[in-house]
C-alpha cells in the first residue's frame, strides 16, 4: 500500500519529535514523489522500501531546519559560488575531484556530509 504525502511527513516528524520544515517549496516535490511511487513501482517491497527514504530524507530536514534556528548565525557567512564537476562516466570527473580536493584554496564535500548533512 503506498503512503500519502502526509503519513510520510507524520512519520518524520514522529521519528524527530520536529515539525518545522522551513520555508515553503518542498512540498509539491513530495506530492510528486509519492504520485510517482504507485505509477513507477510494481512491488511491494520496492514501494516500502522508497517510503522509508522519502521519510529519512524528510526527517533529515526536519533536523536541518532544526540546526539553522539554533545556530543561524553561524551558517550567515557568505558562500562563493561552487565548483562543480560534471562529465560522463569514466572521463575521469572522480580523479578531477580528488585533485581538486588537495587544493587548501577549495573546500571539498566530503563523504560524510553528503550521507548526513548534519553538524
Given at each position: ?75 550567515s557567512h557568505p558562500v562563493e559560488g561552487p565548483l562543480v564537476i560534471m562529465g ?32
Open positions: 500500500m503506498v503512503a500519502t504525502a502526509d503519513e510520510l511527513i507524520a512519520r518524520a516528524t514522529a521519528r524527530t519529535g520536529l515539525t518545522d520544515f522551513g520555508p515553503d517549496g518542498w512540498r509539491e516535490g513530495l506530492d510528486q514523489m509519492v504520485a510517482a511511487i504507485e505509477v513507477d513501482l510494481a512491488a511491494d517491497d520496492e514501494i516500502e522500501r522508497v517510503q522509508d527514504i522519502l521519510a529519512a530524507k524528510l526527517a533529515t530536514r526536519l533536523e536541518i531546519e532544526r540546526w539553522y534556528s539554533e545556530h543561524g548565525d553561524e551558517a560522463l562516466p569514466r572521463t575521469a570527473t572522480t580523479a578531477t575531484h580528488h585533485m581538486l580536493s588537495l587544493d587548501p584554496q577549495l573546500r571539498y564535500l566530503r563523504t560524510w556530509e553528503r550521507d548526513q548533512p548534519l553538524p
